[in-house]
């Protein structure tokens, strides 16, 4: 039995693509073989990835497909077509409302990818979703047999030191806020640069805010939050667009706050990424983020950006609060070990196996 | 503005933690630190407001620009044929129509009794007015029959003053784009720049300290 694994779209460094590696990494030293099939994908990898037409040679009754699902393609289509035994691992898609006034395109994909969502319960074998709140929309979907395979994730790349430029330029004494993830609109960037405003003026002048990630496609977006950081005339905010995984590992590690204003999360991988890294994190509590927190950091219920600010000085001044915040992110952070998510997925397949016979 | 998602109560406390953070504790803090600041004057409610107000002002897509002038400029000038002044007839319905019907039937020969005098003279003077109108509008089409082309050449002006609108917004849409991308990019000049500054004070150190061994 071979276990391969279907996706739209592979982008290095981004949650999803990495979970396919570690999972494909994970599943060979285990002994199955595994390949990743995706519709787009940059040629650097292409001999890591293969495109999805090409699956027919590889195709048997007796394999698993894990299609991770985000988004309409029409790698559905060919997920259908297959006799393999089919899994989807469901990542969640973004309303498709937020994209509206940016991408259009994107914003007809999410439309179709719910209507495809809806089309293939019934058709795969099982469904998992990387949190309860994405098992939840499964079964919303009409999905009867679901389950919850946490994201795989790899702390070990974050063994890596602090590239010594970066240090040199940053590690100067200001407080550093960060957050990191796509520049899109539901990630509620705006609110971020708000909180870290008001921060900055009325509680730490001597603060800087990493803005990280990949903002190809919402250049309109990216203009528009330009604008506003002229208009309340905040400085120190860097927006870094996509970084290698050396420097994105640079700026968590010399942050001294995760913030996170996002209205729409299927999972918020940089939430445990902080975590391990003993960052304290104040996230918006929309979508999963609060069973990704897993009671761990301070979880925000209510966008009140000036009391945002004040909780920012309070964590950033207070040791005491910050040592409790973080024993509650390492007690949160138990479950996330890369073993035991491995270990899940096995199991899901095993009973898969025993499902057939 | 898009929908909220799974957002929560408004009841629910501000800030959720584990049981061994005292979130009251945190926020009557901060709620102290905030009072201070207000009653210092450092801070003011209406600037809180404006920040809170705030929205994101996104360039409109390329591809819409054409959609957004459309219905203002071409509605009255689309049609081959358009009637400004064509009035409806009021027409009364129903009950209020039959008794207004009746009233007349009741007047007509007192109308016909009071109106016969005049009779030839109404039907000369229609005659009249109907004979001068056509004369009108023929010296009219004759001396300036650039007004009945003007129509056309109306249309043909809207459309290319719509055009222009569209072409000018969407320059205007891509200055916008450009001095965003010249902003990142001297954003990024700059963090070259000192990063520039601190890879030469990093390997001048090194070769220092290579020098003194």
């Known amino acids: 039995m071979n276990i391969h694994q279907f996706l739209t779209s592979y982008s290095y460094g981004d949650a999803i693509g990495n979970e396919v590696l570690e999972i494909r990494n994970f599943l060979r030293a285990r002994g199955y073989e595994s390949e990743i099939f995706a519709h787009w994908y940059h040629p650097k990898y292409a001999d890591q990835i293969n495109n999805y037409r090409e699956y027919d040679g590889y195709s048997d009754k007796d394999n698993i497909i894990l299609y991770h699902f985000s988004i309409g393609s029409p790698v559905t289509r060919k997920f259908l077509q297959v006799p393999d035994k089919k899994v989807i691992i469901y990542h969640n898609i973004t309303p498709h409302h937020f994209f509206l006034d940016y991408h259009r395109v994107l914003a007809k994909d999410c439309y179709k990818g719910r209507v495809e969502l809806k089309n293939l319960a019934g058709k795969v074998d099982m469904g998992l979703g990387d949190s309860h709140y994405n098992e939840q929309e499964l079964k919303d979907a009409g999905f009867t047999h679901t389950g919850v395979l946490p994201l795989v994730m790899n702390f070990e790349k974050f063994e890596e030191p ?196 | 503005m898009p929908e909220k998602d799974n957002h929560p109560s408004t009841n629910e406390s501000f800030i959720s933690a584990d049981k061994t953070i005292d979130v009251e504790e945190i926020m009557a803090a901060i709620k102290k630190r905030i009072q201070e600041k207000k009653d210092s004057g450092v801070l003011r409610q209406t600037e809180i407001d404006e920040i809170e107000d705030m929205e994101l002002l996104p360039l409109p897509d390329f591809l819409e620009i054409p959609n957004v002038y459309e219905p203002h400029l071409y509605p009255e000038h689309k049609a081959d044929d358009f009637h400004p002044y064509h009035i409806e007839p009021e027409e009364e ?39 001068t109108n056509k004369q009108d509008v023929h010296n009219l089409k004759q001396t300036v029959p650039i007004t009945f082309q003007s129509k056309e050449y109306i249309k043909l002006l809207h459309n290319a003053i719509n055009n222009m609108i569209v072409e000018s917004s969407k320059l205007k849409i891509e200055e916008e784009l450009l001095k965003t991308r010249i902003k990142v990019m001297e954003d990024k000049i700059a963090f070259l720049e000192e990063r520039e500054r601190a890879i030469e004070k990093k390997l001048f150190a090194e070769t220092g300290k290579a020098g003194k061994k």
């Open chain 1, 162 to 357: 602090v590239v010594p430029v970066l240090k040199e330029l940053f590690d100067d004494g200001k407080s550093n806020i960060i957050y990191v993830g796509r520049i899109i609109p539901n990630k509620m960037v705006e609110d971020v640069i708000k909180s870290f405003h008001l921060y900055q003026k009325h509680f730490n002048a001597n603060s800087r805010l990493f803005i990280v990630g990949e903002y190809r496609g919402f250049e309109r977006y990216l203009s528009a939050l330009h604008h506003l950081v002229g208009e309340l005339g905040v400085k120190d905010v860097h927006f870094t667009g996509h970084v290698p995984e050396d420097e994105l590992i640079s700026y968590f590690k010399l942050a001294h706050l995760y913030l996170h204003m996002s209205e729409h999360e299927g999972f918020c991988a940089p939430v445990p990424e902080s975590f391990y890294l003993n960052i304290p994190v104040i996230a918006f509590n929309a979508g999963a983020v609060k069973e990704t927190m897993n009671n761990g950091g301070l979880l925000v219920n209510r966008k009140d950006f000036l009391h945002i600010a004040g909780l920012m000085d309070r964590v950033l001044t207070d040791p005491e609060l910050e040592e409790k915040i973080l024993a509650s992110q390492q007690k949160a952070l138990q479950k996330y070990y890369k073993n035991k998510t491995g270990n899940i997925l096995l199991e899901y397949i095993k009973k898969m196996g025993e499902k057939e016979s």
């Open chain 2, 93 to 131: 319905h129903g009950l209020v129509k039959k008794i207004l019907s009746k009233i007349r039937r009741l007047l007509l020969p007192l109308l016909r009794f009071m109106l016969r005098p005049f009779v030839s003279d109404l039907k000369n003077l229609v005659v009249e007015l109907h004979n």
